[in-house]
């Protein structure tokens, strides 16, 4: 397993504060989605994550979110959608653990 890597204060992406969460941002002509688990729907975002590249849910359901906005062309944030999904095991890294 690779050991996860903390940004340091002033790059890219990194917390302000120790409490804030990873932003992570959203193009403005992004279209929202509902989340696909049973019992979550929430409104989501799928996006690259800034690092990886992989595509990644990003909820707007949190303080200091911004939601996107493509008539204002104003850049949206978030944080991935795996923190606050209620089912978030039944997706990724969370639904291949329950097979083995």
Partial sequence: MKAREYRQPGEPGAPTTPNEP?????????????????????TIYKVPHPKTGNT????????GAVVP???EDIQGRGISHFIDCPDRDQ????????LR
């Fill in 56 to 63: 990644v849910p990003v909820s707007c359901a949190v303080e």
């Fill in 22 to 42: 990873t932003w992570i941002p959203i193009p403005a002509l992004t279209a929202p989605e509902l989340c696909t688990g049973p019992t979550c729907g929430a």
């Fill in 69 to 71: 906005d493509p008539l």
């Fill in 91 to 98: 997706f990724g890294r969370g639904a291949r653990e329950k």
